[in-house]
Nanobody, 117 residues
Framework: QVHLVESGGGLVQPGESLRLSCIAS????????MAWYRQAPGAQRELVAA???????NYADAVKGRFTISRDNANPLVYLQMNSLKPEDTAVYYC???????????WGQGTQVTVSS
């Protein structure tokens, strides 16, 4: 079964940076688009960034220019470099596989990012 494990979150001040990592197992990782999502308290989960197997990328307007998604196809890893963090970036961040047939059943525990002065 698909197993997704996120890490790298933490408590930071505005303007600081974090790098999130996701390990994906149970799939042929290099065949799939990967994505980062986030969910703030009381809010819907939203797409943050996505990356195709050949490294085309797409970003939510709220993070464009500040966040960078990347992947290592030689390893089951996807990253989210988050720079110039803002309080509104506070959320639990998740990785997932948007075009996997049962992707909505495979959410991991996420990693908490808190941006606070």
């Amino acid at each position: 079964q698909v197993h997704l494990v996120e890490s790298g979150g933490g408590l930071v001040q505005p303007g600081e940076s974090l790098r999130l990592s996701c390990i994906a197992s149970g799939i042929r990782f290099s065949d799939y688009q990967m994505a980062w999502y986030r969910q703030a308290p009381g809010a819907q989960r939203e797409l943050v960034a996505a990356i195709t197997p050949d490294r085309n990328t797409n970003y939510a307007d709220a993070v464009k220019g500040r966040f960078t998604i990347s992947r290592d196809n030689a390893n089951p890893l996807v990253y989210l470099q988050m720079n110039s963090l803002k309080p509104e970036d506070t959320a639990v961040y998740y990785c997932n596989i948007p075009y996997y047939w049962n992707y909505n059943d495979n959410w991991g525990q996420g990693t908490q990012v808190t941006v606070s002065s």
